[in-house]
């Protein structure tokens, strides 16, 4: 229960009183009205919606990738979010060399409105299925890459990302497709 005239007042709702002047044939003079009244406690029942509506938005946790200890923010200012994290190593000499960490962000209505209408209602754990459906499909996501290894120079990092996803090219065509590996 609330200790406080605050807490009640944060809690409870506002409702918007109209004045009204009541006749009293006793009293000669006229009863005031105070017609400002009125739009304070409109603008009180707004500002009290919109600190509601904040509320509302839970905020996002970062994620950090687990081996590079690499921080990703949860949301982005667009209002994309955090759907998988990951890391690209590279083998040189029997060394796995981490290269980069790696974010993937996506807008959360628009890949749920992609899975209600592909498969009806969402099951409670993701699926195979959904998962290359949404790789397939012409959902926007923004990919944030960070450095890991300190030693790498803008071509190297230019081909490992060429390799990286050259390979993933070939695993998607089946190596038929060698014009879109080189681009």
Known sequence: MPTT???????????????????????????KVDHNRDSSVEKEVQEN???EAKEDEVPVPDEIEAKTGISFPGKLDNGKLLKAVGLRKKSMLGMG????AFGI?????ILRELVTTEVGKAPSKP?????????????????????VYNGLTVNMVRKNFDEGLGAAIKKLTGGRNEELTKK
């Open 5 to 31: 005239v605050e807490d009640v007042t944060a809690k409870a709702e506002m409702v918007a009183m109209k004045s009204t002047v009541v006749d009293h044939k006793d009293n000669e003079a006229e009863p």
């Open 97 to 100: 060399i981490k290269i980069y």
């Open 49 to 51: 919606k919109k600190d």
């Open 105 to 109: 962000y996506a807008d959360n209505e």
């Open 127 to 147: 699926t195979k299925e959904m998962y290359q459906m949404v790789v397939d499909s012409d959902v926007g996501m923004m990919v944030r890459l960070v450095i």
